[in-house]
């Protein structure tokens, strides 16, 4: 064996999801320290100002989240990390971000809960507040990694979503992927796609920061300091930016809202299929316990038994076309997961009876192993 | 080395075990491996358990927890206890004599080296007894080269203590060559 | 209106939604004659603020302006400031706003001292929602969460914001308006945290609950209890009893937070 000189790195999940923030160009960061997320606030508060971005660590983590949105009103790419206690604390601006359709990124590194609960113990708990923690009727895209090489490639992802559809996007990390090593491939500059947002026109004359001019539904976004002096408010606002209470445009600025992510679902949605076509039974998993899937399904083929792996990378919106087509091959679906079912259940309602449903649900902070789901392939065969 | 290794280093905080793993991971990388470290721990980062895991193969790695490892080492009595079962039939025990008296394997084979005391009075400072076990590691198993350790280990630990990590691994590849050989 | 000030309003977006006899259109009235005076350019200008009746200002102004979520005007304009130092940033926020569920972004704003000019209109009251007692709301003040009047000490937010770092500390109000314009101004031109209360009046709730006449009765009270830092300093604790000082009451060169942040950039790329 000779030491090879090979690009591959050794990093932490929430380290590679850091450097995976500077290679999409992230100009401003702002966190708060809460365990298991702080590395990645440890490793830009070092690597910011040596790529001329700027890092902040903020008096809390509401103030983290307003930070990253005002940041991103003056043309900057941004992000704040943070774990469950955490991320309940930043529902309301992260909800701000979806109505005032800003684009930045927030990482929630998935601990224990409810409340303090357990702070260095994996869960996968906070799938339903990813979708619904903000109040009110709102679209979110959330994307899920499964290896440290994703953390790297799926923040990258996460960004590119931010811009291209002016919202904020949520990366949804697990205690276990982000503190676990592993080795990434760096990407060299240009081998990854990155996307800046569509910034009004050169010469646009009486530019109105809520109006779509195309098709995608999402409007050009100028920056504060452009010369457009626009107006930004939560409140539900008509294609200017100002203030409404007129029913049939509070209501239609909702609708576009979602039909802007809707409609750009094919850049979304990102599954991952293995050995889906003869399965008799189809392992849906996500995260860390995608991990766990992947060696039972290994196993159990060698067994002869016939289990594929529906890999969820894009947790919301919910890939509901793709979990339908392969409830309708296979007899049963096996949903493990962090959590007691819930996307068990969206599974569930998804499939509308094709295929029988079963969960697996660890709540006690310990993953979800190939044996538990190699005793549930058994149990349902 | 064709087989997967699945190695767990068990310990007290403040005994280096989590830099261990990492070492030993990034030296796999080094030598053209996939590695996977994992770590557990408590709110506290001196004093309490601390137990490390990494695997370690020529294939990619999907389940990154360990259960019953290829490879066990142990440097306090607690984890002696908590984890010696947790091995396979075949398992490698390294067992730290400084703190870990009168230990009973129930499966595997057991090797016996006093890495504390070594790295105090042999190398110089106890802070360095996880590089100590590394080498005793590496001799026993050639889990990694030796060439890909040492680089590994320069690269993780604070600039002007080269000599004595070299030292350490020195003193742990002496070290576990006389057990060998008195075998 | 004065025809030169009209440029900085959003005229199409008038009237506003303050109730008649509100003393707020007369604090932002100080606050655009500050802007003018001081000749800050409107492209490069972001007024925010937070959720309250003085938070609707910056929709009437012809800036970039940013109306926040309650209380944290000053956290979504220090991402402002830090990602793009060359914005003249002014947050405008009221006593509910900023003291109460923003308290804690105005004291670390300060602590910071990171370049924004903080503009409190001060009403003593929670206006918006109907008239409940804020934490600076005085002592056995009737609103419709104190009906048995307010057992709460109100805050001294000067001294506070003073305490917390500021570099800039000044206190005026609705009727004493050059003076206010002028605290406003130096508070634009100090490269620092400057903080301005401008004491404001509601005679719909604060006004009516505790029995302070008209309007105009209150905007007379404001000139009777407000006396200059310079008039104070000549006078006995016992004249200065119930009497509210304004002027600069704080001022110190400090390094600045986004400038201080700028240095390490630049250490770290010259590496």
């Given amino acids: 064996m000779t030491v090879t000189d090979i690009k591959a790195k050794l990093m932490q999940g929430n380290q590679a999801c850091a450097e995976g923030a500077i290679y999409a160009g992230i100009n401003f960061y702002a966190g708060y320290p809460i365990t298991p997320s702080t590395e990645i606030a440890e490793v830009l508060a070092e690597r910011m100002p040596e790529e001329g971005g700027k890092f902040i660590q903020m008096e809390d983590e509401i103030a983290s989240m307003a930070a990253i949105v005002g940041a991103s009103l003056?043309?900057?790419?941004?992000?704040?990390?943070?774990?469950?206690?955490?991320?309940?604390?930043?529902?309301?601006?992260?909800?701000?971000?979806?109505?005032?359709?800003?684009?930045?990124?927030?990482?929630?590194?998935?601990?224990?809960?409810?409340?303090?609960?357990?702070?260095?113990?994996?869960?996968?708990?906070?799938?339903?507040?990813?979708?619904?923690?903000?109040?009110?009727?709102?679209?979110?895209?959330?994307?899920?990694?499964?290896?440290?090489?994703?953390?790297?490639?799926?923040?990258?992802?996460?960004?590119?979503?931010?811009?291209?559809?002016?919202?904020?996007?949520?990366?949804?990390?697990?205690?276990?992927?982000?503190?676990?090593?592993?080795?990434?491939?760096?990407?060299?500059?240009?081998?990854?796609?990155?996307?800046?947002?569509?910034?009004?026109?050169?010469?646009?004359?009486?530019?109105?920061?809520?109006?779509?001019?195309?098709?995608?539904?999402?409007?050009?976004?100028?920056?504060?300091?452009?010369?457009?002096?626009?107006?930004?408010?939560?409140?539900?606002?008509?294609?200017?930016?100002?203030?409404?209470?007129?029913?049939?445009?509070?209501?239609?600025l909702i609708e576009r809202l979602h039909q802007k992510i809707e409609r750009g679902r094919e850049k979304i949605v990102i599954v991952e299929e293995i050995d889906i076509d003869d399965a008799d039974v189809v392992i849906i998993a996500y995260g860390c316990v995608a991990r766990s899937a992947q060696k039972a399904q290994k196993m159990a083929r060698k067994k002869g038994q016939k289990v594929g792996i529906l890999r969820l990378i894009t947790v919301w919106p919910f890939p509901e076309e793709e979990v339908l087509r392969v409830a309708e091959k296979a007899k049963a679906l096996i949903v493990p997961e962090m959590n007691r079912g819930q996307i068990k259940d969206v599974v569930q309602s998804a499939v509308v009876g094709k295929a029988e449903v079963y969960g697996i649900g660890n709540v006690d902070g310990e993953m979800v192993s190939p044996c538990q789901i190699l005793a549930k392939i058994e149990e349902v065969l | 080395m064709d087989k997967e290794w699945e190695i767990r280093l068990g310990g007290t905080g403040g005994q280096g075990l989590i830099t261990g793993g990492i070492i030993l991971a990034e030296a796999a990388i080094l030598d053209g491996k996939v590695a996977v470290q994992s770590q557990s721990y408590g709110p506290e980062s001196r004093g309490g358990s601390s137990k490390a895991e990494v695997?370690?193969?020529?294939?990619?790695?999907?389940?990154?927890?360990?259960?019953?490892?290829?490879?066990?080492?142990?440097?306090?009595?607690?984890?002696?206890?908590?984890?010696?079962?947790?091995?396979?039939?075949?398992?490698?025990?390294?067992?730290?004599?400084?703190?870990?008296?009168?230990?009973?394997?129930?499966?595997?084979?057991?090797?016996?080296?006093?890495?504390?005391?070594?790295?105090?009075?042999?190398?110089?400072?106890?802070?360095?007894?996880?590089?100590?076990?590394?080498?005793?590691?590496?001799?026993?198993?050639?889990?990694?080269?030796?060439?890909?350790?040492?680089?590994?280990?320069?690269?993780?630990?604070?600039?002007?203590?080269?000599?004595?990590?070299?030292?350490?691994?020195?003193?742990?590849?002496?070290?576990?060559?006389?057990?060998?050989?008195?075998? | 209106m004065l025809a030169h000030l009209e440029k900085y309003?959003?005229?199409?977006?008038?009237?506003?939604?303050?109730?008649?006899?509100?003393?707020?259109?007369?604090?932002?009235?100080?606050?655009?004659?500050?802007?003018?005076?001081?000749?800050?350019?409107?492209?490069?200008?972001?007024?925010?603020?937070?959720?309250?009746?003085?938070?609707?200002?910056?929709?009437?102004?012809?800036?970039n302006t940013l109306h926040t979520t309650h209380g944290r005007a000053i956290a979504f304009a220090t991402g402002v400031k830090l990602a793009n130092p060359e914005l003249n940033v002014i947050v405008v926020t009221g006593d509910g706003d900023g003291t109460s569920i923003g308290g804690n972004h105005l004291i670390h704003g300060a602590r910071r001292n990171i370049d924004l000019t903080v503009l409190l209109f001060n009403n003593s009251i929670y206006g918006m929602t109907g008239g409940q007692y804020s934490p600076m709301s005085p002592q056995g003040a009737k609103a419709t969460t104190s009906p048995y009047g307010n057992i709460e000490r109100p805050f001294d937010i000067c001294n506070l914001v003073t305490a917390s770092g500021a570099s800039y500390v000044a206190r005026g109000n609705s009727y004493h308006t050059s003076q206010l314009t002028n605290l406003i101004y130096q508070g634009l031109q100090n490269k620092g945290f400057s903080f301005i209360e401008a004491i404001s009046t509601c005679p719909v709730y604060f006004g009516r609950k505790n029995k302070l006449g008209r309007p105009a009765d209150m905007l007379k009270m404001q000139k009777e209890f407000c006396i200059s830092k310079e008039a104070a300093e000549k006078m006995s604790a016992e004249e200065k009893a119930g009497k509210v000082i304004t002027g600069v009451l704080h001022y110190a060169e400090l390094p600045e937070y986004t400038e201080q942040y700028q240095k390490i950039v630049d250490k770290c790329q010259r590496r």
């Avoid at chain 1, 619904?132 to 790297?152: K, N």
């Avoid at chain 1, 001019?213 to 930016?241: I, K, N, Q, W």
């Avoid at chain 2, 009168?102 to 996880?130: M, P, Q």
């Fill in chain 1, 74 to 252: 003056t043309g900057a790419k941004t992000m704040t990390a943070t774990s469950g206690p955490g991320f309940s604390l930043k529902q309301e601006n992260f909800g701000y971000g979806i109505v005032a359709e800003t684009p930045c990124v927030v990482v929630n590194v998935q601990r224990l809960g409810p409340s303090t609960g357990g702070p260095t113990a994996p869960a996968q708990g906070d799938m339903m507040q990813a979708r619904w923690g903000t109040h009110g009727d709102h679209p979110v895209i959330a994307l899920c990694p499964s290896t440290v090489q994703e953390c790297f490639d799926l923040t990258v992802k996460a960004f590119n979503l931010a811009e291209e559809f002016r919202t904020p996007v949520l990366l949804l990390l697990d205690e276990v992927i982000g503190h676990m090593r592993e080795r990434v491939f760096v990407p060299q500059p240009g081998e990854l796609e990155v996307v800046d947002r569509i910034k009004p026109e050169a010469g646009t004359q009486n530019y109105l920061a809520y109006q779509p001019v195309d098709s995608t539904l999402v409007p050009p976004m100028a920056s504060f300091g452009d010369g457009y002096r626009f107006h930004v408010t939560g409140l539900l606002h008509d294609e200017t930016g100002f203030p409404t209470n007129n029913s049939e445009v509070m209501g239609s």
């Fill in chain 2, 55 to 183: 695997i370690i193969s020529n294939d990619e790695i999907d389940y990154m927890k360990v259960k019953d490892a290829d490879l066990l080492l142990v440097m306090s009595p607690e984890a002696a206890k908590k984890y010696k079962d947790e091995v396979k039939e075949d398992a490698i025990i390294i067992v730290d004599t400084t703190y870990v008296k009168d230990f009973e394997a129930t499966k595997g084979k057991v090797y016996e080296v006093k890495i504390s005391h070594l790295a105090r009075h042999e190398a110089g400072r106890e802070l360095v007894a996880n590089i100590v076990a590394l080498a005793v590691i590496v001799g026993v198993t050639n889990v990694v080269s030796r060439s890909a350790l040492e680089q590994a280990v320069l690269s993780r630990i604070p600039k002007g203590t080269e000599e004595l990590n070299k030292k350490a691994m020195a003193v742990g590849f002496k070290a576990i060559e006389e057990v060998l050989n008195a075998a």
């Fill in chain 3, 9 to 63: 309003f959003r005229t199409e977006r008038l009237p506003h939604i303050w109730c008649p006899g509100c003393a707020n259109g007369i604090i932002v009235k100080s606050l655009v004659e500050a802007i003018d005076k001081a000749g800050l350019d409107q492209d490069k200008t972001v007024i925010v603020s937070g959720i309250g009746c003085s938070s609707r200002a910056p929709g009437y102004l012809n800036f």
